[in-house]
């Protein structure tokens, strides 16, 4: 298993407890601001797709293609940070 911030490779946990996503908190926190950072870019890219589908432009399948490209970081960080998140103390 490795950061999935940076990479770095986390130590393997003895005993119970589910598995590290991040090697630390500025890690974790990073991880939120480019969740923040990713939101706000697929939002621009999706209304520039929308503007290239109507003018009949070829760009939209690219703009497509990058859209679900961060839609899958997205998705990975969000899955990290839940996997991640007993100091929240819920459950
Ligand atoms: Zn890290």
Same mark, same amino acid.
């Given at each position: 298993m490795n950061c999935v911030?940076?990479g770095t490779e986390l130590p393997a946990i003895?005993?119970?407890?589910?598995p590290r996503k991040f090697c630390g908190?500025?890690c974790?926190?990073?991880?939120?601001? +480019? $969740? %923040? /950072? @990713?939101?706000? *870019?697929?939002?621009? &890219?999706? #209304?520039?797709?929308?503007?290239?589908?109507?003018?009949?432009?070829?760009?939209?399948?690219?703009?497509?293609? +990058? $859209? %679900? /490209? @961060?839609?899958? *970081?997205?998705?990975? &960080?969000? #899955?990290?940070?839940?996997?991640?998140?007993?100091?929240?103390?819920?459950?």
């Amino acid at each position: 298993m490795n950061c999935v911030k940076c990479g770095t490779e986390l130590p393997a946990i003895d005993g119970p407890g589910r598995p590290r996503k991040f090697c630390g908190e500025v890690c974790r926190k990073a991880a939120t601001l +480019e $969740i %923040r /950072r @990713l939101d706000g *870019r697929i939002s621009k &890219l999706e #209304a520039m797709e929308s503007t290239y589908r109507f003018k009949g432009a070829s760009l939209a399948g690219s703009v497509a293609v +990058e $859209i %679900r /490209r @961060l839609e899958a *970081r997205l998705g990975d &960080l969000l #899955a990290a940070q839940e996997g991640d998140a007993e100091v929240a103390g819920h459950e």
